[in-house]
């Protein structure tokens, strides 16, 4: 595997349930970052995570619960879900915050029910 | 306050046309990061370019250039022959390096600018 990459590419829930979405990255990158990308506004900056540490949390709801465990993996649970959060979900990672390019996975496409 | 600016909100052209695309940013930092990235159809958004504040002179990439004016505080785009595989849609996006409240590693994408390029 090379890149950024997610899994699931697509997911339909219920409001009731409980999944999670997997990010990893082969860069050899320090620095994670989780997006939500809806229709009609512009990609919206989630969680930041630099070597393992959360450094930015933008006001997301409690019902979505990032996790880090290592620098190449990042994790995003999602439980009691709304249908507005249904959005395409993007991944990324960069050498350093801020100041590098980010490369993003292809994105997890979440329907919410 | 941090903003990006994409005033098209979407372009539509011939091939072979040369189409640019508009990026204005607002900042309050000295250096800042400035960014353009290609989401394809298929969802996944693909770098294209990083700038640094310092660095102003203008950078071209194939068909691709990219011209920085910090007097306007614009950083456009031109696709040189449009091809219809450029069909996509275009973000500019700024970061700042600095901390304050929170905003490290903040990078604040514009709206995006839909391309599409007719044979």
């Known amino acids: 595997e090379t890149g950024v990459t997610q899994t699931p590419r697509h997911l339909v829930m219920g409001m009731t349930n409980k999944k999670s979405l997997k990010c990893e990255q082969h860069l050899g990158h320090n620095a994670m970052y989780w997006y939500k990308q809806s229709a009609k506004k512009p990609l919206e900056l989630m969680f930041v995570?630099?070597?393992?540490?959360?450094?930015e949390n933008n006001s997301v709801p409690s019902r979505f619960s990032p996790e880090c465990p290592n620098s190449s993996h990042l994790f995003l649970h999602l439980h009691t879900l709304q249908p507005e959060d249904s959005a395409l979900y993007l991944c990324?990672?960069?050498?350093?915050?801020?100041?590098?390019?980010?490369?993003f996975g292809p994105g997890t496409r979440l329907t919410v029910t | 306050a941090q903003k990006v600016t994409q005033a098209q909100t979407e372009i539509s052209v011939v091939e072979k046309e040369d189409v640019t695309l508009d990026c204005v940013y607002e900042t309050r930092d000295t250096t800042y990061y400035l960014f353009w990235y290609k989401q394809p159809p298929s969802g996944e958004l693909v770098f294209l370019i990083r700038r640094n504040s310092f660095d102003e002179q203008n950078e071209i990439s194939g068909r691709y250039s990219w011209n920085f004016q910090k007097s306007t505080s614009s950083f456009n785009f031109t696709i040189t022959a449009s091809q219809v595989v450029d069909s996509a849609v275009y973000f500019c996006a700024l970061s700042e390096e600095r901390w304050a409240g929170g905003s490290q590693g903040n990078l604040i994408f514009g709206k995006g600018t839909k391309l599409s390029v007719k044979p």
């Open positions: 995570y630099s070597l393992e540490e959360r450094v």
């Open positions: 990324a990672s960069s050498q350093e915050v801020a100041v590098d390019e980010q490369y």
